[in-house]
């Protein structure tokens, strides 16, 4: 099967400009995550997705960050404005089963932010 | 609230040494744990899992096993090779029911042939 495809693969914007990420999850997988990766550190979740439904966004910074999934497939995430303290790695992820908590999830690439 | 603790990196051993990766956890309730692995340009992709305690996870030759008494879940293999040179995190889920990954800050580990 086909992975979970992010884009784009890097981005270098200014402080203060708005950037967004994409992500397509593998096919028939209705659960989506976007984790993000500080230098060094493991990823944190920011928003989960069932279907189209966000299920927990507790950590998301809703000040700036935002996040949709129309139609329960493909995900973008926004960041507006961006901060110096945004850069860091992106991630997404999806899983097939809704409600299994060791269902395992798979992880795209990720997108690396450099906000300068 | 729930937490991961690795062991500190870098890690570097030779070629065919035995490897031990350190993780303990803090959570209520019965996690399921987690070893997922980050290669060089690559994502993170999981390696082997537990669900329960005393299960045994395996993969790839590397094992883990869920101690409930000690809350770790050690990672280990006897015989490494320059293949194994990646990240590696240690992971719960499942806490209350809620399927969201808690991670470990990883560990980096380098293999010398």
């Known amino acids: 099967e086909a992975g979970v495809v992010q884009s784009p693969r890097y981005k270098i914007i200014e402080k203060k400009q708005p950037v967004a990420f994409w992500c397509n999850p593998i096919?028939?997988?209705?659960?989506l995550y976007w984790y993000r990766q500080n230098l060094g550190q493991g990823p944190e979740l920011l928003i989960r997705?069932?279907?189209?439904?966000?299920?927990?966004d507790s950590q998301l910074p809703k000040d700036r960050f935002s996040a949709e999934r129309l139609k329960g497939v493909d995900s973008t995430l926004k960041i507006q404005p961006a901060e110096l303290g945004d850069s860091a790695v992106y991630l997404c992820?999806?899983?097939?089963?809704?409600?299994?908590?060791?269902?395992?999830?798979?992880f795209g690439n990720g997108t690396r932010l450099t906000v300068t | 609230g729930n937490s991961v603790t690795q062991m500190e990196g870098p890690v570097t051993l030779s070629e065919e040494a035995f490897l031990t990766i350190n993780c303990t956890y803090t959570?209520?309730?019965?996690?399921?744990l987690f070893w997922y692995v980050q290669y060089p340009g690559e994502g993170l992709q999981l390696l082997l899992k537990?669900?329960?305690?005393?299960d045994k996870g395996s993969n790839k030759g590397f094992e883990a096993t869920y101690r409930k008494e000690t809350t770790s879940f050690h990672l280990e293999k006897g015989s490494v090779q320059v293949s194994d040179s990646a990240v590696y995190f240690c992971?719960?889920?499942?806490?209350?029911?809620?399927?969201?990954?808690?991670f470990g800050q990883g560990t980096r580990l380098t293999i010398n042939p």
């Open positions: 992820a999806s899983s097939r089963e809704q409600g299994v908590s060791n269902s395992p999830l798979h």
């Open positions: 096919s028939g997988h209705n659960t």
């Open positions: 997705y069932e279907n189209e439904e966000a299920v927990d």
């Open positions: 959570a209520t309730g019965y996690p399921s």
């Open positions: 537990a669900t329960k305690a005393d």
């Open positions: 992971a719960l889920s499942g806490i209350q029911g809620a399927q969201k990954l808690v």
